[in-house]
């Protein structure tokens, strides 16, 4: 048997074999020219395999269930088929003498940067043209298509690491686990297992070196990965299972053992996960992502266009809070109309609240759209800017958001400024809530997407940690000058940690909002402690020299982990 | 030789799901159709049925385009492309 360690970033034990993603499709070498082939042999060839990843495209566009999903897919079946790009292809075979996936190749490329040149929405259309592109060099090399592999037995994927587009192909009911041998605690793949509730474990070193079929155990809390699974591994699994009531099951209320409460609230980013969240008994809404309302657009939603979809994200959750973020966009998250997308570090670019200085006016009526769906609705609205890094900017926004007549307004805290300038931030400002996702690659100076450094990008530093106690001393601090209460909450995926969910209730953090799958074994393990073991535990992991040592120490200390296989 | 000019009514422009219904429908006839910018040379015409060809032309709303086709039928299938044209399919 042979053991990897990984970090575990969504709970669940499974036994499985593995299904390896296939390799991303490499780039045919320049100048590769027919063999044996005839150039009409070659052109024939090209033809039928461009008809072949049309008709399959289109199949799986008839099965999809989602009309989104479906539509992406008929598109891109049209490209498949494209007859320009099929005949510019052909022209090089016939002309150039090329081999059919090199013409295929280049004639696509073109396009590509055609779009590129274009600039604004039809420079992401590239992307569309680049996946037509590998899929058909795949089908031309008899390589397996890019993306999930289809089974029709439930497996364990494994990848280097899943990118966005990745996750359409997923299948929920036919993965059992994730395994990445990159990635980190907030990669694409780690928040997307927790969409899903896949157990999932990023960042272990040496499963690509396991063969696909190979059966292996996989515990998504420890982050280990075990081959030859045998009766051990089975009765663990068995537990998970047993558990699984005391995992699942949220009565509303997020409280202490000694009754302290500590409110419980879900991340939310469209209507459905709204419904799906107040069904999960979340007691509001500590962070609502629009920018459901915006991506995909070539041009800004109406005011009224968003009033309806605010509305009927609020109507989810009447009489409660909800923390409602305006949009994020930045470079990384990019939008036709307020954004550049040729900046070269995205994330330290004009993004969240900055796109009010370069682009005026979508802020302000996103602001008009939230105070008129607060008004259709009985929900208690907050509203707050992402992307904060000074006071002034703080105070901007309250200033804005008072003007669309919304009540209470505060500020993200992702950005080192902003925490060690919380007292003053919240003199202008009613609450802040920490994302922590952000808050830790800007703290640690780690780039989130980057696998090779998920060992810095991990909540549990000591630094972050510190960030967090900072910001809860700024509260006190603002509010013993008489600033009234101020609310601290995490939104970051932090929160949906249990031990952590325990060490940011000792540091003072007051709400908690996390997926709604988190809630439910957060408020299991916050019921086993009280607010003073809650202290010590957080006293215990600042202090200590490492995010592993943090952790450890912290999980050792809460036994009731184990007990629910967390 | 059919020939018309048409403006384009979407108001992103010819793209997208746009150019995706234009390219549908133009390859739905068994004829030759191309489609260039106003003003453009005859012979820098692109294939009207390709969706890439459409999408590269860059066409925005209210920009002018040229639709040509030769042989039988060329000048219902090009009336019918221009009313395709000039509908704003985003606005459905």
């Known amino acids: 048997m042979q053991t990897l360690t990984g970090v575990g970033v969504c709970a669940g034990r499974v036994i499985g074999e593995l299904v390896s993603m296939p390799e991303p499709v490499s780039e045919p070498a320049a100048g590769l020219t027919l063999r044996d082939e005839e150039p009409e042999a070659a052109v024939a060839r090209l033809q039928s395999a461009a008809a072949a990843v049309k008709a399959e495209l289109k199949r799986r566009a008839e099965v999809a269930v ?15 088929g494209d007859k320009a790009l099929l005949k510019n292809a052909a022209k090089l075979i016939t002309g150039k003498g090329l081999a059919p996936e090199r013409a295929l190749w280049e004639a696509a490329s073109d396009y590509a940067d055609q779009m590129r040149a274009l600039g604004g929405y039809m420079a992401e259309r590239a992307a569309d043209i680049e996946d037509v592109r590998a899929r058909l060099v795949s089908q031309l090399q008899g390589l397996p298509m890019p993306g999930v592999p289809h089974r029709d037995v439930p497996f364990v994927l494994t990848a280097e690491d899943l990118a966005p587009a990745d996750t359409a192909t997923l299948d929920p009911e036919l993965v059992l686990a994730l395994v990445t041998s990159g990635g980190g605690p907030q990669s694409h793949t780690a928040i997307l297992a927790r969409n899903l509730g896949l157990p999932a474990v990023v960042a272990a070193r040496g499963v690509e070196a396991l063969a696909d079929g190979t059966r292996v155990f996989v515990d998504g809390a420890t982050g280990e990965i075990r081959t030859e699974p045998g009766e051990e591994e089975e009765e663990l699994v068995e537990a998970w299972v047993r558990s699984a009531a005391a995992r699942t099951a949220f009565d509303g209320q997020g409280v202490l053992s000694d009754g302290t409460e500590v409110p419980l609230l879900a991340n939310v980013g469209t209507p459905e996960d709204a419904r799906t969240a107040a069904a999960a008994g979340a007691q509001g809404v500590g962070l609502l992502r629009t ?67 370069s682009v005026p006016g979508v802020l302000a009526r996103q602001l008009e759209a939230i105070a008129l769906a607060e008004e259709a609705t009985d929900a208690d609205v907050w509203v707050m800017a992402p992307m904060i890094a000074t006071t002034s900017e703080a105070r901007d926004f309250a200033a804005m958001a008072r003007a669309a007549g919304l009540r209470v307004p505060g500020v993200m805290v992702e950005t080192p400024s902003a925490a060690v300038t919380a007292d003053q931030i919240l003199r202008h400002v009613e ?47 603002a509010e013993s000058e008489g600033a009234g209460r101020r609310n601290v909450g995490v939104c970051g995926e932090a929160a949906a940690d249990p031990a952590l969910a325990v ?43 490492s995010a592993e040592d943090a952790s450890a120490a912290v999980r050792t200390e809460l036994s009731v982990l184990a007990e629910l296989g967390l | 030789m059919a020939e018309r000019t048409a403006t384009i009514a ?65 000048d219902d299938a090009l009336d019918h492309l221009v009313q395709i044209l000039e509908t704003d399919h985003d606005a459905e």
């Open chain 1, 66 to 80: 989602e009309k989104d999903a479906a539509d992406v897919l008929k598109s891109t079946a049209l490209m498949a």
């Open chain 1, 291 to 357: 920018e459901f309302c915006f991506l995909g657009r070539d041009k800004e939603p109406s005011v009224e266009e968003q009033v309806e979809q605010y509305t009927a994200i609020l109507e989810s959750f009447a009489g409660k809070k909800v923390v409602v973020r305006t949009l994020d966009a930045g470079a990384d998250k990019p939008l036709p109309f307020l954004t550049d997308t040729a900046e070269p570090n995205p994330a330290l670019g004009v993004r969240g609240f900055r796109t009010d200085r």
């Open chain 1, 431 to 477: 609450f802040v809530s920490l994302g922590t996702n952000d808050l830790t690659q800007y703290t640690m100076a780690a780039d989130r997407m980057m696998g090779s450094l998920a060992e810095l990008n991990n909540p549990w530093q000591p630094a972050v940690l510190r960030m967090i106690r900072y910001t809860v001393e700024g509260a006190l601090r």
């Open chain 1, 503 to 545: 060490v940011l209730v000792g540091l003072g953090v007051h709400t908690l909002s996390m997926s709604p799958r988190g809630l439910a074994p957060v408020a299991a393990v916050l019921r086993s402690v009280d607010l003073a073991t809650a202290r010590a535990l957080a006293e215990l992991a600042i202090e200590q020299p």
């Open chain 2, 10 to 74: 979407s108001s992103v422009g010819l793209h997208a799901r746009p150019a995706a219904i234009f390219a549908e429908a133009a390859g739905e006839y068994d004829l030759e159709i191309t489609i260039a910018a106003e003003g453009e040379p005859e012979d820098e015409a692109m294939d009207a049925s390709s969706v890439l060809s459409l999408m590269s032309l860059g066409a925005g709303q209210g920009d002018k385009v040229v639709l040509r086709a030769e042989g039988a039928g060329a």
